[in-house]
């Protein structure tokens, strides 16, 4: 023991150095050449041309900041894909994946989420264009963006609204495409991890041509995943000990007062059913419906206890298995040098299924079971009588009857053309861009919840004797199957079918995008030629789901049944879990006009080499939220050749998606304790869209300072720092929050309570609503180096690249005045405050070696419900999350061959095999928990990557 603990501390002080080390290295080489050695090949491919505005100009000019990433550099990380590679990147924070999905019933894939801000605050474009999205957030999944056509991905790290269009609160992603790409390139790779799961398969060929003479190009594309995932965490010790966050039970009498724990199990759960109240408790039933005692564990509380006969149910799918295919066609012609015209078109289908949440009953929902019941053994029969007792509530953990399966199906098409004409110095472009996307859902052998209470309501028919459902005595032709709850796989398979169905929902979502827009260089001043541009944008997004009668219906006791829970009569959706609800067909049409400028305002000047000014403003009339305006103004000076100093000051703006203003509007029975009768009450809570919205907007300053070295060839390096804030950001409040607003006095949130005359609570509406301030303000740390090391008489040639973020402060402001603070939460929430990425790529003929090291802070889980120590009614023993390192290596092999350039890789991601900090997703149920956040550090363990990439 003594020995492994000694090696992994080596382990981890070896990784924290390294990423000091890798750039120390390279800085000591540098040191010994001279500025006038020619750039190496790297070098040049990383001096690429981005759009960091409308206005085409170098990143490193941009006063917004934008980071630049090759799809090589992005590959070379993580040759599962692009999207997981930029999943790394540090201003991504806790992007979700398709992999990382955990039993969602809606959409999966990779959505970006820059700054931690949401993915529906960040804008994805393709090459420069809006693309339909695919889903109701206005989301798009970047799985379904073309992998070997990838040139690279520009990141632009601060509010673009003006420049881009609404969404770009948090920054904008632009996938670039190679769209000039000859002859074919293929890539083939497989994977698995060091325990021999989560194998996947993945292929791609993409190619090009020139014909007419080379005034036309076409380019093709095809590409296909198979990843099996991981079902099973019996190979992830962290994930099946049982973690959760349980109350202290000795609390407040010592301790803090929750902990965390493993081996907690449920005091209401067993797998044959435990009597979980009155003078039968802590009776559970075995085979054949024996009965024996329950042994109650430590830390007991209502619901929890460490160990026991208690169970607990993990969710098991550590990563989703994941199918997609895609493809993908342009085609450009030239007919002159001044007139072009592009055409492309894309289609794809994905599929994610997954194991869903184990059928559960327990307290509120736990089964009344009477003194009659049909399948009553006779020994807890007569100690009821005994007992005087009629009836008792029996809590199930059912494993026996199988669980349930979740499906996602999703496939879109995509269809661009556009054209670019010149005329007098000014350049004009002009595209359309329409895509549909359905997404299918599907939750098999999910329990229907009026069947199972009516079926679990069994009693003797009084004229065959056998066992029925007590609602055929009043309606013998209802169908009603009745079930056998005591002990495991005591339940008949007809009462097995009777109770399991289908829930389903089927959504279509389409968009059309329509961008107009000139740019040209109208007039001079003495200090260089002034670029000026303008355009128009419009997208119609229309969206409609159906859904199965199920998951609509209102949940009802059979007539002559006894078995329903109070808690449960009257909410909407039969189904345990998963209920979908339809969207009337919705439509909303964006219109927005914008212009933008970049002024130079001195040039070769004793105190400035230059200084230029960008700006832009941009209308935006939305057709259900009014309009908005946003703008933006950012300077640059470079005083002297090295030093660039750039800032700006933008107002953004974010109209609420389809879904925040007609999501389907779901029903929970909720406990409330009513301000103003002061009495404890049940009440219907309803929760869904609201068309009423309005746009969010959001003031963003960014500062910082680029600096490219004359006597370092080879190296540039960004600091920027920003600060972003959004007033009426969309949120819900809480029923126990609208309860105490409306009886303050705010008359506002009384329209989202009804009550009876008697002022008797019905139900709450906690509607989608403008009421949250959010701010974040954090730093962005960027480092290149690449170069030969010939001039120290050294072999090959090296790339380094250095990536930090910090975030100071995530925080989410109530009507109340109560901030939440995600910053440095590493729980539910997962915002680090620092991230950090360094690579080196070392180069030497045909081999190349590439190691990447990733770290995350230490932090705290879920600050927003806990803290750490003390004895506050919030107080957790043990919240403190370590630091986690990752690192990856790639080792390359070029192949000799004279018809291709043909290379081998293997990759080692995680390669010392780093398990994820332990961070429950789930507080006090020992039910479908994951013991980590998943979304924030990897799950898999040491990976490895075998593959060939080839050109022809």
């Not at 079971?369 to 009588?385: F, Q, R, T, V």
Request: glycine share 10%; charged share 15%.
């Amino acid at each position: 023991m003594f020995l492994k603990e000694s090696i992994n501390s080596g382990f981890c002080c070896w990784r924290a150095v390294s990423v000091l080390v890798i750039f120390g290295l390279t800085t000591a080489i540098a040191n010994s050449q001279t500025s006038t050695e020619a750039p190496p090949p790297e070098q040049e491919i990383a001096q690429v041309v981005v759009t960091g505005s409308r206005i085409i100009q170098n990143g490193n000019d941009s006063p917004t900041p934008v980071t630049v990433i090759t799809a090589d550099q992005l590959l070379n990380g993580a040759p599962t894909g692009i999207a997981d590679a930029l999943a790394q990147i540090p201003e991504f924070i806790g992007t979700p994946r398709a992999s990382t999905a955990l039993s969602p019933i809606g959409p999966t894939g990779t959505f970006l989420d820059l700054r931690g801000l949401g993915e529906s605050r960040t804008l994805v474009l393709l090459d420069g264009r809006r693309v339909a999205p695919t889903d109701l957030q206005g989301q798009v999944d970047v799985n379904s963006f073309p992998q070997l056509l990838l040139k690279r991905v520009d990141i632009v790290t601060g509010g673009a609204s003006a420049a881009y269009g609404t969404d770009a609160v948090a920054g904008v992603v632009n996938y670039v495409l190679d769209t000039e790409m000859t002859g074919v390139q293929t890539s083939l790779s497989g994977g698995v991890s060091s325990r021999g799961d989560d194998q996947e398969e993945r292929a791609s060929i993409a190619g090009g041509f020139a014909f007419a003479g080379g005034s036309g190009h076409v380019v093709a594309s095809f590409d296909y995943t198979n990843s099996k995932g991981i079902l099973n965490d019996a190979n992830r010790a962290w994930d099946n000990q049982g973690w959760d966050i349980i109350q202290n039970p000795t609390y407040p009498g010592s301790g803090t007062a929750y902990l965390l724990r493993s081996g907690v199990t449920g005091t209401q759960l067993a797998n044959g059913g435990v009597i979980i109240a009155g003078p039968l408790k802590g009776t559970q039933f075995l085979a054949n419906g024996v009965s024996a005692p329950f042994t109650y564990g430590s830390l007991l509380t209502a619901s929890t206890m460490i160990g026991g006969s208690g169970e607990f149910s993990q969710r098991g799918n550590i990563v989703d298995p994941f199918d997609q295919i895609g493809t993908f066609v342009h085609a450009s012609y030239d007919f002159t040098d001044d007139f072009k015209v592009f055409g492309e078109f894309g289609f794809g289908r994905s599929s994610t299924s997954y194991p869903g949440t184990t059928p559960n009953f327990s307290g509120s929902t736990a089964f009344t079971i009477y003194n009659d019941n049909a399948y009553l053994p006779a020994g807890i029969k007569s100690a009821m009588a005994a007992d005087g007792v009629t009836s008792f509530q029996l809590g199930r953990l059912s494993n026996d009857w199988g669980r349930p399966t979740d499906e996602n199906d999703l496939s879109y098409t995509r269809g661009a053309v556009g054209a670019e004409f010149k005329l007098a110095g000014w350049t004009f472009d002009a595209t359309v861009d329409t895509g549909h996307t359905i997404f299918q859902t599907y939750g098999f052998d999910t329990v229907d919840q009026p069947n199972v209470f009516n079926a679990a309501d069994a009693v003797v028919s009084p004229t065959t004797g056998q066992p029925v459902c007590r609602s055929t005595l009043t309606n013998p032709n209802n169908g009603c199957v009745p079930i056998d709850l005591f002990g495991p796989n005591a339940a008949s398979k007809a009462a097995l079918n009777y109770i399991d169905g289908t829930l389903w929902a089927d959504a279509h979502l389409s968009q059309t995008a329509v961008a107009l827009s000139a740019r040209g260089t109208p007039f001079s001043t003495w200090a260089g030629p002034v670029t000026a541009g303008a355009g128009f944008d419009y997208h119609v997004i229309d969206a409609e789901e159906i859904a199965d009668p199920g998951s609509t219906a209102l949940i009802a006791a059979a007539p002559g049944s006894q078995g329903l829970p109070p808690a449960l009569n009257g909410k909407i959706g039969i189904w345990f879990t998963g209920n979908q609800s339809p969207v009337v067909p919705v439509s909303e049409t964006v219109k927005e006009v914008y212009t933008e400028f970049l002024l130079p305002l001195a040039r070769d000047l004793s105190f400035a080499k230059s200084v230029d000014l960008n700006a832009a403003v941009r209308y935006a009339d939305y057709s259900i939220s009014g309009d908005a305006i946003s703008w933006k103004v950012g300077l640059t000076y470079t005083p002297v050749d090295d030093v660039k100093l750039r800032a700006t000051q933008s107002r953004d703006t974010r109209a609420p998606n389809l879904n925040e203003l007609y999501g389907p509007v779901v029903s929970v029975n909720a406990p409330v304790v009513d301000p103003l009768t002061h009495t404890a009450s049940n009440a219907v809570v309803y929760s869904g869209g609201n068309p009423d919205l309005k746009a969010e907007a959001a003031n963003t300053t960014t500062v910082g300072v680029v600096y490219t070295p004359s006597w370092l060839r080879g190296f540039s390096g960004s600091l920027d720092f920003h600060n972003i804030s959004i007033d009426d950001a969309i949120g819900a409040l809480t029923s126990t929050q609208i309860l105490s607003l409306c009886t303050a006095g705010n008359t506002t949130y009384c329209a989202y309570v009804t009550r009876l005359p008697n002022n008797a609570l019905v139900s709450i509406s906690t509607q989608n609503l403008n009421l949250n301030k959010i701010n974040t303000k954090g730093m962005d740390l960027e480092a290149n180096y690449a170069n030969d090391l010939t001039a120290i008489h050294l072999p090959g040639s090296i790339v380094t690249r250095l990536l930090v973020s910090y975030v100071g402060n995530l925080s989410t402001t109530d009507p109340f005045g109560h901030v939440t603070q995600a910053a440095g939460d590493l729980g539910l929430l997962g915002d680090p405050k620092w991230q950090g990425t360094a690579s080196l790529n070392y180069s030497l003929g045909s081999y190349s070696v590439f190691f990447q090291e990733r770290v995350i802070s230490s932090g705290e889980y879920s600050l927003s419900s806990f803290i750490t120590g003390g004895t506050s009614s919030t107080s957790l023993d043990n919240g403190h999350i370590p630091a986690v390192f990752y690192s990856d290596l790639t080792l390359k092999y070029e192949v000799p061959v004279s018809f291709s350039h043909c290379e081998l890789f293997l990759t080692i991601n995680n390669l010392f095999d780093q398990d994820p900090p332990i961070a429950p997703n789930r507080q006090g149920s020992p039910i479908s928990i994951i013991a980590t956040n998943a979304t924030l550090y990897d799950v898999v363990g040491r990976y490895f990557t075998l593959g060939l990439r080839a050109k022809f």
